[in-house]
Antibody, heavy 121, light 110 residues
Framework: EVQLVESGGGLVKPGGSLRLSCVAS????????MSWVRQAPGKGLEWVGRIKSKTDGGTTDFAAPVKGRFTISRDDSKNTLYLQMNSLKTEDTAVYYC????????????WGQGTLVTVSS | QSALTQPASVSGSPGQSITISCTGTSSDVGNYNLVSWYQHRPGKAPKLVIYDVSKRPSGVSNRFSGSKSGNTASLTISGLQAEDEADYYC??????????FGGGTKLTVL
């Protein structure tokens, strides 16, 4: 059974930093492309960023609102995905979901339950 | 780029069929057959129910179906059941901006 478990959310002041983690199990993590998707309170889903598998180059891409502030990395030895968030803004307040990003079907086929990030003074 | 447009809410009685629309542009929905739909029940992880416009992942009920015409994709749920009550989100590949989601539709089973 595929499981994705996010952690690391919390309350942070504007301008601060936070690192989210996502531990994966039930599939070969090293072969997987992974994405982060967020949902602000009362809003819809928004793709944040993606990292390809190392086999496919391990490159990252980001949505415009977070480009230059967020980075994504992975530790395949620990089956863990990371989202480093810097220069946080109040509009980054959201539940952040870790997802598998399947390039064959161009969809997010498995999701975690999310972790809440609140950016407030 | 704005999010894809979905109705805020739809409702139906058990056994009925409902359809949720998802309107984009010629840069996303209209240009690619890469629309997916996600079911999100409160407190649960979102679940993929349709990909590539009309394909169902293994294990998803055949009561869920998808289609597309021009810049609008649709999700139809037939034989509504209480367990279908959830928020539904469409998503389309959008080229350089990668993936674009809709604002979500709350389905109420009366």
């Amino acid at each position: 059974e595929v499981q994705l478990v996010e952690s690391g959310g919390g309350l942070v002041k504007p301008g601060g930093s936070l690192r989210l983690s996502c531990v994966a199990s039930g599939f070969t993590f090293s072969n997987a492309w992974m994405s982060w998707v967020r949902q602000a309170p009362g809003k819809g889903l928004e793709w944040v960023g993606r990292i390809k598998s190392k086999t496919d180059g391990g490159t990252t891409d980001f949505a415009a609102p977070v480009k230059g502030r967020f980075t994504i990395s992975r530790d395949d030895s620990k089956n863990t995905l990371y989202l480093q968030m810097n220069s946080l803004k109040t509009e980054d307040t959201a539940v952040y979901y870790c997802t598998t990003d399947n390039p064959v079907i161009t969809s997010f086929d498995y999701w975690g339950q999310g972790t809440l990030v609140t950016v407030s003074s | 780029q704005s999010a894809l447009t979905q109705p805020a809410s739809v409702s139906g009685s058990p056994g009925q069929s409902i359809t949720i629309s998802c309107t984009g542009t010629s840069s996303d929905v209209g240009n690619y057959n890469l629309v997916s739909w996600y079911q999100h029940r409160p407190g649960k992880a979102p679940k993929l129910v349709i990909y590539d416009v009309s394909k169902r992942p293994s294990g998803v009920s055949n009561r869920f179906s998808g289609s597309k015409s021009g810049n609008t994709a649709s999700l139809t749920i037939s034989g509504l059941q209480a367990e279908d009550e959830a928020d539904y989100y469409c998503c389309s590949y959008a080229g350089i901006t990668y993936m674009m989601f809709g604002g979500g539709t709350k389905l109420t089973v009366l």
